[in-house]
Structure formats: structure tokens, C-alpha cells
């Protein structure tokens, strides 16, 4: 694989209780060294306007059609705003990729929502959705759904765009600039 | 000089008539690869708080004391809300550049001023400060000013941080950071 395909990495900013909305950053890169373009969206928080925000972020992106491959800080923005990556993938034939650090646990996001949500079946369905792959790198393990790849060609990806610690260039600043937007000063993932 | 050295880079976002603030965005970096933090702040637009705001974004800044250097982007914020770079480098004893593509025209300023500003020779002298260097590039040649270092040590921050083109890395990035959370998409400089 090319060190140098365009990636779009995607994450929200930080936001505190009594806020309606949050930032969205993507960060378009060429592997994990050259930063092309930002693009900014808001986001309702615990909304249902995430997939539809990930969607209007790359159809209106002018890098769209050299996109190889989009990276997501898991299946959420914006508290439990799930995203649908199945419907990304359908719509913009673009493969995905979702990434946390830690193994999600479905026992304990299936007790939060339960409390806060009238539709948590709905969430939950969504946020279970697809298979995850814990994936080994040099450091932690990384744990990723896909769609529209196979998983060697995730981990390539995964590998050519991360510099530091597990979490790829475009998902690191993407969260780097929403969080330093957001509050003045970043802090960091690595 | 090492390749590693701490760098920060400050730019605005754009801005239309009728703005009263501009975004200001702040980008740590290590040479001209790896982004390691955000900083963000507003500025007034044709105000007089220029020097304030970047001093308040170094002074708070945790890398503060590993700065080697700081880019600016013109000696001007927000319209011609001018900086005071000597006042800055005095202030935090951390070397100054500032760089431009296009060799200043002190006449237009001087006329631009004249018709909108009761202050105009303060801004004006203030603008003019300092030596303007001409620094030959691989491409086009940059305008420099410079506090605190020797030419030939701005030229080799200057190197080590450009990637492509002539803008170095830390000044490219808040610029595309500034103009994408204005205007939802970035457009670029290079």
C-alpha cells in the first residue's frame, strides 16, 4: 500500500453537562505525515445527526474522490450520538474504519442508555453492530470494526499513519484541535 | 540544530466585514512533523490587543519553557491589529520570526492606515519595525523579521520545519486550522 493515501480522520470535542452541541474536526492527511485540509461541523450532543454530519463532512469535501479510507474514534460522537459506518461505506464507497483503545463494554453502555434513553434499542443495536477485531501493534492492542476493507488492509493503514504510540496521525490531531478549539489548550491521546 | 526542537506557529482565521473577532490558533510542533498541541484564543478584528493575545497563549502554554522559537505570520493579527514582537520576545525571552511571501508595500499599508485609523502612526511604526531580510528558498523567497536569533539560525528553523513550498509546517497548520473552523473547509497555503 502506498505511503501516502488520503485519510480522513474524524473525532468531537470535549463538552461539559447543559452544552447542546460539540465540535467535529476531520483532518485529511496523506499517510500519517502531510496535513492537506481541516474540515469543521457541529454536532447535537446524545443527538441522532451523526451519521448524517460524518456523511456531509466527506460529500462535501473537494478531497472526496482521492479519499482511501476513514478513520473513527468508535462508533460515537458527541456523547451516544451513534454513527451508522455501514451507511457511510453504502453512500460514499469510501472503506471505514472505527478505532478505540480500550474493548468497548456493551454491558455497561447497555446500562447508560437504558437511563437516558427512550430509543436505547436503537443505540444499542447500532453501537454493537458489526464485527470488532482487537488488532496488536507495538505498543497496546487497538480494537477496530471495518467495512468496505479487509482487515490486513486496516492494519496497514492503521501502521503507516500512526508516528507515536497506537492512535493514527489523522485521529490524533483531528482530536488534538477539537479538544484545543474546545478548551483553549489540547490534551492529548497517544 | 536539531531536528526535534519545539516550535510554535500562530496564525488568524478569515474574516468578513462587519466581524467584530477573529479566530487565533496556536500550533506546537516538533520541527516540522509532529503536531503536538492546539492552542486557540479570539482577537478583536483592527483592534489593539495583538501582542497581548499571543503573549497570554505563550505564557499559558505548558510548552512554554521547551519553545525554541515562535513563526508568526506577518507582524500582523486580525486586519492590522499589529504585533509587538519585540515586546514579545522581551516578555518570554523565546526567539521570533515572522515571515511573509509577499515583500510588505509600507506605502499601501500607509494609505490603508491613513484612511482608517486615528492611530495610524503608531501602527504604522509599529509595522515597521525591525529589518526585513530576504531569505532565499528552494522556490519563491520569504520575508523575515527577527528577534532574539541570528539570521542564519532563522534560516535553519525555517528549513527544518518546511515540508513542501515555503511556509513552515507549525505556520501552515494553524492557517488551515483557522480558515477550516471558520469557514467549515480549510484552504490552503503553501
Known amino acids: 500500500m502506498k505511503k501516502q493515501i488520503r485519510l480522513l480522520g474524524i473525532d468531537d470535542g470535549p463538552f461539559t453537562f447543559g452544552q447542546q452541541t460539540s465540535i467535529v474536526i476531520g483532518v485529511v492527511m496523506r499517510g500519517g ?5 481541516i474540515l469543521c461541523n457541529t454536532i447535537t450532543i446524545d443527538g441522532t445527526d451523526a451519521t448524517e454530519i460524518c456523511l456531509d463532512m466527506i460529500q462535501h469535501s473537494r478531497y472526496k474522490k482521492q479519499l482511501k479510507a476513514i478513520l473513527l474514534d ?8 451513534v454513527i451508522d459506518i455501514n451507511t457511510i461505506y453504502e453512500k460514499t464507497q469510501i472503506p471505514i474504519i472505527t478505532l478505540t483503545r480500550d474493548k468497548p463494554n456493551f454491558t455497561k453502555i447497555e446500562d447508560v442508555l437504558k437511563k437516558h434513553f427512550v430509543d436505547w434499542k436503537d443505540r444499542l443495536t447500532l453501537i454493537k453492530k458489526g464485527t470488532l477485531h482487537k488488532i496488536l501493534t ?8 471495518i467495512n468496505g476493507l479487509s482487515i490486513s488492509e486496516a492494519e496497514d493503514i492503521i501502521k503507516l499513519s500512526t508516528i507515536r504510540g497506537v492512535i493514527p496521525e489523522p485521529l490524533r490531531i483531528a482530536h488534538l484541535i477539537a479538544s484545543g478549539i474546545t478548551q483553549g489548550e489540547s490534551y492529548g491521546k497517544a
Chains 1, 2 share one sequence.
Request: with cysteine; charged share 15%; glycine share 14%.
Open 74 to 81: 468508535g462508533a460515537t460522537l458527541g456523547g451516544f450520538n
Open 138 to 145: 507495538k505498543h497496546n492492542p487497538v480494537y477496530i470494526k
Open 33 to 37: 505525515a502531510y496535513l492537506e485540509c
